[in-house]
């Protein structure tokens, strides 16, 4: 059974990891070309620039929570030692770092805050 499951296990974890890297990558490229387009039209450079973050914050934020799924199943499924569970629990505490300081970033309040 592990002979099958590990496998499918590593596979799932690089299409999810695959998926992260991809809508970081696209919603970056959609909002540069979104900006760039704006600026041609004359747009407001300030609301311009903030949109940007905006879209590039959410998008990198979307992107973090795939590939926090895929280093998940691949240490648990794949290489479970007592080494890639530690490096695991520092690539979650680095990445859930990264989410709050995007998600302070984005609203301007902590997430627990709840809405203004």
């Known amino acids: 059974m592990n002979d099958f499951i590990t496998p499918l296990a590593a596979w799932c974890a690089a299409i999810i990891e695959a998926i992260g890297i991809g809508l970081i990558t696209l919603i970056a490229l959609y909002s540069l070309f979104d900006a760039l387009i704006r600026l041609a039209q004359k ?3 300030n609301v311009i620039f903030q949109e940007l973050r905006q879209s590039l914050g959410r998008g990198i934020l979307l992107g973090l929570e795939f590939l926090i799924a895929a280093d998940i199943i691949y240490t648990v499924a794949v290489d ?8 695991l629990a520092v690539v979650v505490l680095i990445r ?16 627990w805050r709840g809405e203004k």
């Open 80 to 87: 479970l030692t007592f080494e890639s569970i530690g490096v």
């Open 43 to 45: 747009d407001d450079k």
């Open 96 to 111: 859930t770092f990264l989410s709050f300081t995007l998600e302070v970033e984005l609203t301007g309040r902590w997430p």
